[in-house]
């Protein structure tokens, strides 16, 4: 305890504040130089309503004397510490150097500048406070109870319009989904976002607080809206800080009120597309983001102000660490801070889940950056925000549980958590078995698949399905007159250019036309020779012994085909095989003669026993098995593109031979295949994704 109390500064305020959430009275001191204000609880107020006195042993005696509070020395040290680390006393002689050192420690190094102002930093662009003085009372009906009943009639005539007009409704959104629509909304949320704080503004001033600013914020890049309204600490009234802490959601909500009632009574036109604009954006934005307690925008404001938790976050984090720590080690150390049960289990819950959101939402914003705008941006902002968001934290308490040292030695659940933290360390970085897991198509090993070809009509089907047959032996019979003209062109031309060829030697004029006549002769047999091997593809052999398959029950002689049209496939009995194909990453983790399990998609389909046959070296350009495209409810991502399917990342062709042997006529089936890799340390994977692609995107 100091022989002789500080001075405080002279400017220096204090005001009856609300009562806190234990019953107590509590005061609000206010520093107007920066604007700050600090929430006093009782022997906080009882010590500093003495501080003249200057003795601190006389500021206790007195304090004994004439309250029911007993305080000692402590109590005074910690407050003239919070005093001199806020720096509300008098700077003494040569505190120069001392009020320079914390100066610099507030500002930090410029990394330390960077990070804080790419985080968050305000740019303030409006000092409304006189104009707001001037405006406030002309809109003074806005706050009034019958207002407020005219809104409530509003929203229930404007809801019941959307209702009845639900489809129109509907198609309105859909044909904002537009790069026109979206300039319309960002338009809208300016607007929205606009009014938004001048509820906060005008509520503020109705209730005698100054504001000093507005402008703009920028949260991780993102903009939004602010405006200073520090000087509600100063208002006693807790139902009067709610206000204008949700006076902002309250206008966007009166906003979408009155425009879904003015979307559903306007004829078509721009006011009715405005109308819905403001009635889509304002609801959405209002509760998505400006309702949500996980960030310092409203809903925080109004949660805090409704539990009587001033600083709630950075009190439920403390109260979360404290749980952690006895969770894990049982040290037995004094609780933060004293609630209820109900709202001791609350506040622990609200810590992790603000945690939780917001590291996905700044790894969304990153990963936002790094698909739409500039790649290696995002991989800087991703770093930075596990660093900040995730090392830095973890270090943090790292470095507390090693100030614990000699507790945590003692403790037998430090033990008991220190052999499951090893545990789950060993999980991670210890080879585990991994199965890689894809759609597959099983099919016979040989097949010789039938299609029409072009202007062909079918004369005969001497083989029926199921029918087994021998290499070279004739599968169908197809027609075409066009090809036939052609042929009898041909061989009429063949015929007449080796008459006129053989002739040629009888008199001088055809010795002289000899060479172009057998030139031409070459063209004519070269033309039957084409002809002959399109006269083939109408009659089809079978290339190998197997068994004909899929024929088309309905498949009548003399009926025309079209172009491709599939009409059967000749198989190998009992040969079968699986098609799959794998990504890069799977590709690498898979080798010739590993085990696999095909489980086809239906009820009684087949499940057998696979062995991995032939791996392709190079990725495939093509997916020849569209039953194995995404399109089609396969696994594998592809584009469409004249009838051609191209796979969007490099997959690999993998084919796997079936240990049973099935029946020729069994049908292809589509399913899943778990091919049994290599053992493979999770890190490692990991390391691997992540220096991948560091290296693709630096350029490498």
């Not at 509300?88 to 990070?115: T, V």
Request: aromatic content about 12%.
């Amino acid at each position: 305890m100091p022989p002789s109390l500080p001075m405080l500064r002279q400017e220096l305020a204090i005001g009856t504040g609300p009562r806190l959430a234990d019953g107590q009275p509590s005061w609000t001191l206010h520093d107007p130089v920066r604007n700050l204000f600090f929430q006093l609880d009782w022997p906080s107020f009882e010590m500093l309503s003495r501080w003249d006195l200057r003795d601190p042993q006389a500021v206790l005696e007195e304090i004994q004397r004439d309250t029911a509070l007993q305080l000692e020395g402590e109590a005074l040290d910690r407050l003239v510490a919070f005093l001199r680390d806020q720096q509300l006393l008098q700077p003494g002689n040569g505190s120069a150097a001392a009020l320079a050192a914390m100066r610099d420690r507030e500002r930090g190094n410029w990394y330390q500048w960077l990070l804080h102002n790419y985080l968050f930093f305000r740019i303030p662009l409006l000092r409304p406070d006189r104009w707001l003085t001037w405006l406030q009372p002309q809109l003074t009906f806005l706050f009034s109870p019958a207002f407020r009943r005219l809104t409530l009639v509003a929203g229930v005539f404007g809801l019941a319009g959307v209702y009845r007009e639900w489809d129109h409704f509907s198609a309105t959104l859909m044909d904002t989904l537009s790069w026109n629509g979206a300039v319309l909304y960002g338009c809208t949320i300016v607007f929205a976002k606009t009014c938004h704080e001048m509820g906060h503004a005008l509520t503020a001033k109705r209730y005698g607080c100054r504001v000093p600013t507005m402008g703009v914020a920028l949260l991780v890049m993102w903009p939004v809206a602010y405006t200073d309204t520090n000087e509600v600490w100063k208002l006693a009234n807790r139902g009067q800080r709610l206000a204008v802490a949700s006076a902002g959601i309250v206008t966007e909500l009166c906003i979408a009120v009155w425009a879904t009632l003015a979307w559903s009574w306007l004829p078509e036109g721009g006011a009715k597309q405005i109308a819905f604009l403001l009635s889509t954006t304002t609801w959405i934005t209002t509760l998505a983001i400006n309702a949500s307690p996980f960030m310092r925008f409203d809903g925080y404001y109004m949660l805090s102000d409704y539990l009587g938790l001033p600083n709630l976050h950075s009190r439920a984090f403390a109260l979360a660490r404290w749980d952690l720590r006895e969770r894990l080690f049982a040290l037995g150390e004094p609780v933060p801070e004293a609630f209820p049960r109900r709202l001791h289990a609350g506040l622990i819950l609200f810590a992790w889940a603000v945690w939780i959101y917001r590291l996905v939402l700044f790894l969304g914003i990153a990963a936002l950056v790094y698909h739409f705008f500039i790649k290696a941006v995002g991989i800087v902002l991703f770093a930075v925000e596990m660093g900040w968001f995730v090392t830095l934290p973890l270090w943090r308490e790292l470095q507390a549980w090693r100030a614990r040292g000699p507790a945590l030695r003692r403790s037998p659940r430090a033990r008991r958590s220190a052999v499951l933290a090893v545990l789950l360390v060993l999980v991670f970085f210890l080879p585990w078995p991994d199965r890689v897991r894809t759609s597959g198509l099983l099919q016979p090993q040989t097949r010789q698949a039938l299609y029409a070809p072009a202007n062909a009509m079918l004369e005969a089907l001497p083989v029926a399905n199921g029918q087994a047959v021998q290499a070279g032996q004739p599968l169908l019979r197809l027609s075409s007159p066009e090809l036939e003209l052609r042929a009898s062109e041909a061989a009429t031309r063949q015929h007449l250019l080796a008459w006129q060829s053989a002739s040629s030697g009888l008199d001088a004029a055809s010795r002289r036309d000899w060479l172009v006549l057998n030139d031409q002769l070459g063209f004519a047999n070269a033309e039957q020779a084409a002809v002959g091997t399109d006269l083939q593809r109408y009659r089809p052999a079978a290339l190998h012994d197997g068994v004909m398959v899929d024929v088309d029950p309905d498949l009548r002689p003399g009926e025309w085909l079209k172009t491709q049209e599939y009409l059967g496939s000749v198989v190998t009995p009992g040969r079968w095989q699986v098609v799959t194909y794998v990504d890069e990453d799977a590709v690498r983790r898979i080798a010739r003669d590993d085990r696999a399990l095909f489980i086809a998609d239906g009820l009684g389909a087949p499940a057998l026993r696979l062995k991995v046959a032939s791996i392709d070296r190079d990725a495939s350009r093509t997916l020849g098995e569209p039953e194995l495209a995404s399109l089609f409810g396969g696994d594998v991502l592809v584009r469409e593109k004249n009838g051609v399917l191209y796979p969007e990342h490099a997959v690999y062709r993998v084919v796997l031979d079936a240990d049973e042997a099935l029946p020729a006529t069994s049908p292809s089936w589509r399913g899943r295949v778990a091919i049994v890799g290599q053992w493979e340390v999770p890190a490692m994977r990991f390391l691997r994704n992540a220096v991948s692609v560091a290296w693709r995107e630096g350029g490498f």
